[in-house]
């Protein structure tokens, strides 16, 4: 299958992320696109993975439909894609998603389960973890006593900025902060336990969330390759860096190549393309959602 790298249909443009572009289709509704692009370190790479972005909208879809019990969440009642729409981009059904607009809370909604990546870095210099002590003597990918919740800013450009939780009641007042960890805790020890059955560790994800109507809502993709860190259970073995399936292959490549880290990225090799496309196929097969888009 061709990868998509950006997308075009007879809509007006709401938005262009670093994954999704999303369209207008009513002052209420929006459809939302998951290509294939892939970033690293906050930048857009210019090569794309093939099926990356129907893996991120299929089990963001899964995810959606299985939490409804924890929080409500952005996706429409109706999914139908018009004919146009759908003679206009390939696979479009299975890219897309409707969704009700909301006004985003910029905040990132971070919970670890494990300590790896900044928080592990965070933890060998400070003996923490956003302002939250932990025990001594942990190892790089040790799983922790309990869920932690380490909120970030979501930044509109440039990079975000972990904050601790009482600097989030600060900024976002006492009642929303509380609500927003309340669910990401709640959401993220649902997904960890899926994950378990299914021969993953959720290592640690993001959430991001708005306001419809006055309510805070769970959107965006959920739970995601591009959004966690999923370990194969049978391979875990805490002190140091674990095989993973999600976009840690990439930022691994690029740190190893000793790329700034600064626009503009350098091109992906073929190898790495096809074994970060494999990665995120893997996560989808492993999680095995049930669910059915309408196809109308």
């Not at 969440?73 to 018009?82: K, L, P, T, W």
């Not at 939250?132 to 990079?159: N, Y």
């Not at 959107?219 to 959004?227: A, G, Y």
Request: hydrophobic share 40%; proline share 7%; charged share 25%.
């Amino acid at each position: 299958m061709n990868a998509i790298l950006t997308t075009d249909l007879p809509l007006p443009v709401h938005s262009r992320g670093k994954v999704r572009d999303t369209y207008r289709l009513s002052d209420r509704e929006l459809l939302m696109v998951a290509t294939d692009r892939i970033s690293a370190f906050d930048v857009v790479l210019p090569t794309p993975i093939p099926d990356k972005g129907r893996v991120l909208n299929w089990l963001t879809h899964g995810w959606l439909s299985e939490t409804t019990h924890l929080i409500r969440n952005h996706v429409a009642g109706d999914q139908s894609i018009s004919r146009e729409l759908l003679d206009s981009q390939p696979d479009l059904r299975e890219r897309a998603m409707r969704v009700v607009m909301a006004e985003p809370i910029l905040f990132e909604c971070v919970v670890r389960g494990y300590i790896s990546g900044s928080g592990w870095k965070d933890y060998e210099r400070t003996g923490s973890i956003a302002g939250d002590r932990l025990p001594v003597g942990l190892k790089e990918s040790d799983r922790l006593p309990e869920p932690i919740f380490t909120p970030a800013t979501k930044a509109l450009t440039g990079h975000d900025e972990n904050i601790s939780r009482a600097e989030l009641a600060r900024r976002a007042g006492l009642e929303l902060a509380d609500t927003l960890e309340q669910a990401s805790l709640a959401l993220y020890r649902f997904g960890a336990q899926r994950a378990l059955e299914r021969g993953l560790i959720l290592a640690d994800t993001k959430f991001e969330f708005g306001l419809h109507d006055g309510e805070v809502i769970l959107i965006d993709e959920v739970m995601t390759p591009d959004s966690s860190r999923f370990w194969d259970l049978e391979r875990y073995r805490p002190g140091g860096p674990q095989p993973s399936f999600d976009k840690q292959y990439v930022r691994d490549y690029l740190e190893q190549i000793g790329w700034s880290k600064q626009p503009p990225a350098p091109p992906l090799p073929p190898e790495v393309v096809q074994g970060t496309s494999a990665r995120y196929l893997e996560a989808m097969r492993r999680l095995a959602f049930r669910y059915a888009v309408a196809r109308t």
